[in-house]
């Protein structure tokens, strides 16, 4: 077996969303075992920063705009990655997140709920189409984008890894999130639509679906902005978490490194769950 079987050296990665928390936790995991990195994202200094801090540790790194619900930008983006790096081996979507107002603030519509006038949306009938597509374009939509741009780059050389976001939320729809819970199931479907459509290309393509990572995204839900403290739903998510907490920026590092190296070698249509075992416990 080879020694460096989860070695990256002289690979190229792209990651989506990499100046977000999770993306750049990510992107320096990627780079800690050789890769060079290229990081996009809407918030240009927020990959930059990411690449400076990899850079700094000795890496190869680049930050750069990359909008991926815009075909122009991405494919501005890989040219600039395909002229720094000379190739691309690697990419990870994990742009991607949820909306406050694509989320419900009941978990089940009742009569009465009818008549709220409450602000926000208070049930599904409340949602608007807008804020439900943008929450679905952004998870799903841009996972198609970015696949197909930097998968063609991909399937012109000697083929390459995808590893596409999914969540826990696809195969077990939360109450509260349904653009999102709607979305991902989508991601994980689509992962395996490619993965069998890719693999004469030597293209292997992945999900990792994490389960409850306090982000700026979903930390509304879980945290009391006025206390800190957990609120009910997420006292509810922990008693239902057999690990007993919610998961850290480095978390991902360990699945996110087999799937892309050549340890995982035969595996490709695969959903990984990183949940502290909330998917497999029923509560009972």
Do not use: C
């Amino acid at each position: 077996m080879n020694e460096d079987i989860f070695g990256l050296t002289g690979k190229v990665a792209v990651i989506t969303g990499g100046g977000g928390v999770l993306g750049g936790a990510m992107a320096r995991a990627l780079a800690g075992r050789g890769a060079s990195v290229a990081l996009l994202d809407v918030k240009d200094e927020g990959a930059a920063e990411v690449a400076r801090r990899i850079t700094a540790g000795g890496g190869r790194a680049i930050g750069l705009h990359g909008d991926v619900l815009d075909e122009q930008s991405l494919a501005v983006a890989a040219a600039k990655i395909v002229e720094e790096f000379g190739r691309v081996d690697i990419l990870v979507n994990a742009a991607g997140g949820n909306s406050p107002a694509a989320s419900t603030s009941r978990e089940t519509a009742g009569r009465e709920d009818l008549l709220s006038k409450d602000d926000g949306p208070g049930t599904f009938f409340d949602l608007r189409l807008e804020d439900f597509r943008s929450v679905f374009e952004l998870n799903l939509l841009g996972t198609f984008l970015a696949s197909r741009t930097f998968g063609r780059i991909m399937a012109e050389r000697d083929g390459g890894v995808i590893v596409n976001i999914s969540s826990m939320t696809a195969s077990r729809p939360l109450t509260r999130v349904p653009a999102y819970s709607a979305a991902k199931a989508g991601v994980s479907n689509f992962t395996r639509w490619l993965a069998a459509h890719l693999a004469p290309l030597r293209i292997r393509v992945n999900a990792i679906a994490p389960g409850f990572f306090l982000t700026e995204q979903n930390r509304f839900l879980l945290t009391d902005e006025r206390t800190g403290r957990l609120t009910a739903r997420g006292e509810a998510i922990i008693t239902h978490t057999p690990l007993a907490r919610f998961g850290k920026e480095d978390d991902l590092s360990g699945a996110l490194i087999w799937l892309v190296s050549d340890a995982s070698a035969l595996v490709t249509g695969a959903v990984i769950p990183v949940d502290g075992g909330f998917s497999a416990y029923a509560g009972v």
